[in-house]
């Protein structure tokens, strides 16, 4: 594939937005009348005016002088009004572009990477990214408009000067184009340390219980002053090289302005040029190399910025695994006939394989800086993100499952850990799609239906249910948005949680903190379920629901589920669950296969690996069910 440069890209990406990237351009150029004609007006106090010549009095000059500051301070003001505008429309639309792509990516895509270094590239880089329109384009085309426009205002003044002036232009070309390739590698470094900070960051926030609890305070500071002082190195880096820069181009301008005023001056005093006129001349190389100098740290806002959306677009580039049909079905019903046929999937992981550090160590916490490719460039080069190493693991998840679900059963799926079981539940709402075989839906695969459809029909009641910053209701009304209160209250009631809910000083308008932190876990099962009744799938997908409760809880939580289960076709994963004997149907499963299948009285009769299960952790709660 044709890698397009990545500003190249963006301009594309922006399209819509010219004509008032266009509009602030010229508002720009309205700007620069004042500074470009200041010059003219000098010669002209100093050469006619002060020494008078007449043609023109004092207060005319002035008078006009200061009418065009100040119309280049109103223009000035409305164009850094238009331009915030814009640069934070962009920052906004590209945002919630990239957050819907994030969106329309599988599980799979978020199983292999840090929720910190995703969010990243939302927050850090978008904000980064909205700079090189408003402050590095746009900076840029005005610049190059007053160096064009000073260049020729000072080849009418004189053609030798003018001449004498360029010739310094390929040293600031050169070394444009040398330093442009260390600082855009520096800040591509920047970023990428950035993004392992938050992942860490993130995770461990999230974790900060184990890390007391197993006294790893101490590891994890280490581990974070590592990672913030490489990101230091990187960032130091990134401004030497900017810095050094900035200099040669001051250094080039002083250079090009001594050269003026010693020829220039010599014209003086040969009296081939007035006093007034090798002033003017100077005022105008300013505004020559002035513009020059100042792209030096636009140039760093613009290789930041590449950075930025090198990175936003490798996540844009990345193709969800999942996809929908062109012309999906409708499912506007749904019976929960469910049926696997051949169904084989594996799981292909993703590795990143960490680099040797400069101290010969492997970190894979540590982004090590990437090196230019040779020590001298005499065109621009754009420099493609080096690809991370990566090693492709792949481990079977299921293999050649086939079995019926009729509407309204109770399907028990058992296994030890690893089994595949919640891996053969992910297939139902298509977290993931099989390798080999199909599942089917009231006799269509589940890939021609529309997924909004296909996935409005079925509920999820995990082990650790998720539960959003925010109130009760938010939460419970997140998969019906437009449910009454009366169905809601009701959904709370079958779920043995309206009680408790009432007990909070506000209600249902409760806050319960991030993941329903100010809750039980009993009491976030009960939400999580009365969720799904408030959302009436028909099929309903059980996976540890009670495994991780009290006995009490235990207790409350299964009374709701079997209310919840009553009509809706249901795979229930458990261990402890007192529906598995009271299944339809129990799918023993083993290393990805299903190894057993039948009634709960049926399968103990047959001994083998469910009667085994059973023994170790399922006669506890009923033993009597040992009698066969």
């Not at 090189?132 to 053609?159: E, K, Q, S, T, Y």
């Not at 001994?607 to 170790?616: A, F, H, S, T, W």
Request: glycine fraction near 8%.
């Amino acid at each position: 594939m044709i890698k397009i440069h990545p500003v190249r890209r963006y301009l594309l990406w922006a399209k819509p937005y010219w004509w008032r990237i266009a509009f602030i351009i010229f508002l720009g150029i309205f700007q620069f009348i004042a500074p470009l004609s200041t010059p003219i007006y000098t010669q002209i106090l100093i050469d006619d005016v002060l020494a008078g010549k007449g043609g023109w009095g004092l207060f005319q000059i002035i008078g006009i002088m200061s009418a065009v500051l100040l119309a280049g301070v109103i223009v000035s003001f409305f164009r850094n009004y238009f331009s915030a505008i814009l640069g934070n429309r962009m920052m906004l639309d590209l945002r919630d572009q990239l957050y819907n792509h994030l969106q329309k990516m599988p599980v799979s895509f978020y199983d292999q990477r840090q929720v910190g270094g995703i969010s990243s590239r939302v927050i850090h880089d978008i904000g980064g990214a909205q700079n090189l329109i408003g402050g590095g384009i746009i900076n840029l085309v005005l610049d190059l408009f007053m160096v064009l426009f000073a260049a020729f205002l000072l080849f009418r003044m004189n053609v030798s000067l003018a001449v004498l002036s360029l010739a310094i232009l390929p040293l600031y070309y050169l070394s444009f184009t040398n330093m442009n390739v260390h600082i855009r590698l520096a800040w591509r470094s920047v970023h990428r340390q950035m993004e392992r900070i938050s992942g860490t960051l993130v995770e461990r926030m999230a974790g900060i219980r184990i890390v007391q609890a197993f006294n790893g305070e101490r590891q994890e500071q280490v581990r974070f002053a590592r990672q913030i002082k490489q990101h230091y190195k990187h960032t130091i880096s990134a401004h030497i090289f900017s810095n050094v820069l900035g200099r040669l181009s001051e250094t080039f301008a002083h250079i090009g302005g001594i050269v003026i005023w010693l020829v220039g001056g010599s014209l003086v005093l040969a009296g081939k040029m007035s006093a007034g006129e090798i002033i003017a001349f100077q005022m105008l190389l300013g505004t020559l190399y002035g513009p020059i100098q100042r792209f030096a740290d636009v140039n760093v806002t613009i290789q930041n910025s590449v950075t930025n959306i090198e990175r936003v677009f490798e996540v844009l580039d990345e193709q969800p695994a999942i996809v929908e049909n062109e012309n999906p079905l409708p499912m506007p019903v749904c019976a929960g006939h469910v049926v696997f046929e051949n169904v084989t999937y594996s799981y292909t992981t993703r590795n990143v394989v960490p680099k040797m550090t400069a101290g010969g160590g492997i970190h894979p916490d540590l982004i090590e800086r990437e090196k230019a490719p040779k020590r001298f460039f005499w065109k621009p080069v754009n420099l493609q993100p080096e690809p991370p190493d990566v090693t492709l693991e792949v481990r079977q998840g299921i293999k050649d499952i086939s079995f019926e679900a009729r509407p309204g059963e109770v399907i028990a799926l058992v296994g030890p850990s690893g089994a595949g079981k919640s891996t053969l539940i992910n297939l139902i709402p298509r977290f993931y799609d099989p390798g080999q075989g199909s599942v089917y839906i009231d006799g269509n695969d589940v890939k021609e239906y529309c997924m909004d459809d296909l996935r409005r029909h079925i509920a999820l009641v995990l082990q650790d249910n998720i539960l959003f910053s925010g109130t009760i209701k938010e939460n419970l009304i997140y998969g019906r948005p437009g449910a009454t209160e009366e169905e809601l209250f009701a959904a709370a009631k079958a779920a043995n949680a309206h009680d408790f809910i009432m007990e909070f000083k506000d209600g249902y308008e409760s806050v319960i903190g991030e993941r329903g932190m100010r809750l039980s876990g009993g009491q976030k099962q009960r939400l999580a379920i009365a969720r799904a009744i408030l959302k009436d799938p028909k099929i309903l997908i059980l996976d540890e629901a009670t495994s991780a409760l009290d006995s009490e809880s235990e207790a409350l939580v299964t009374e709701a589920l079997e209310r919840l289960m009553a009509g809706r076709t249901t795979f229930v994963i458990a261990h402890r669950l007192a529906t598995v004997v009271r299944a339809n149907q129990i799918l023993v499963i083993d290393d990805g296969r299903i190894v057993q299948r039948g009634s709960h009285g049926a399968l103990l009769r047959a001994g083998g690996l469910y009667r085994k299960l059973y023994e170790q952790q399922l006669k506890a709660m009923k033993p009597e069910e040992m009698k066969v």
